[in-house]
């Protein structure tokens, strides 16, 4: 079955540790996205890579870290710069161009204390 | 920037009854495409519907089908024949066409919570 799988679905973090959510696609896309999504609010795009070994910035970044090393793998990194880290984390995958829609993994659910 | 806008953060219908989520968006380009998307309580986001902007016709799914008018940078849902199932948070999404950097990104609306009454 292809598909993308994030692990693990729910974490727990205790406030100043950095912790790294998994992502991984067996869909053979090349880009790569990771999404934020907060109670009443739509998604927020964090990272996106559109080949391996590259990465660009989304909108709210800033707080966050990601690697490409794999077409496979995306890692999202929440540091301990982020402000307020807790929030439901989906990671997508597409085709990099046409009209072609992402796929979602199930998320992660990171809860900060 | 382009914005995508869902005014309506609820709606409810009788089940088998037909409802039709609002999604409009700014935009200054001329090729991009729409989708639509349904957020389950699993929270796994699924494709509803696309819609390519240099297409006319509408796109339909089954019970799904949109209403695009380009001149008006509208976008909405149509659901017929509502079924219990189709509970969900559903967000209307936005991408460019156009080859630049990081055009490939969605961008979401807010969201409308459907609920469907038995």
């Known amino acids: 079955d292809g598909g993308i799988t994030q692990s693990p679905k729910y974490l727990f973090r205790k406030e100043g540790q950095n912790v790294t959510l998994s992502c991984e696609q067996n869909?053979?896309?090349?880009?790569m996205y990771w999404y934020r999504q907060d109670p009443g609010q739509g998604l927020r795009l964090i990272y996106y890579?559109?080949?391996?070994?590259?990465?660009q910035k989304g909108d709210i970044a800033e707080g966050y870290s990601v690697s490409r090393e794999k077409k496979e793998s995306f890692p999202l990194t929440v540091t301990s710069a982020q402000k307020n880290p807790t929030a439901f984390y989906l990671c997508?995958?597409?085709?990099?161009?046409?009209?072609?829609?992402?796929?979602f993994g199930p998320g992660t659910r990171l809860t900060v204390t | 920037a382009q914005t995508v806008t869902q005014s309506q953060p609820e709606m409810s219908v009788q089940e088998a009854e037909t409802v039709t989520l609002s999604c409009t968006y700014d935009?200054?380009?001329?090729?991009?495409?729409l989708f639509w998307y349904k957020q389950p309580p699993s929270r796994q986001m699924i494709l509803v519907i696309r819609?390519?902007?240099?297409?006319?016709q509408n796109a339909t799914e089954n019970r799904f089908s949109v209403n695009f008018q380009k001149a008006a940078k509208s976008f909405s849902l149509k659901i017929s024949d509502s079924q219990l199932g189709d509970a969900a948070m559903y967000f209307c999404?936005?991408?460019?066409?156009?080859?630049?950097?990081?055009?490939?990104?969605?961008?979401f609306g807010q969201g409308t919570r459907l609920t469907i009454n038995p």
């Open positions: 997508a995958s597409s085709i990099f161009l046409g009209p072609y829609e992402q796929y």
């Open positions: 869909l053979n896309h090349d880009a």
């Open positions: 890579s559109q080949i391996v070994n590259d990465f």
């Open positions: 935009t200054s380009e001329s090729d991009y495409y």
């Open positions: 819609q390519e902007a240099y297409k006319q």
């Open positions: 999404a936005y991408r460019s066409a156009e080859d630049k950097g990081g055009a490939q990104k969605l961008v």
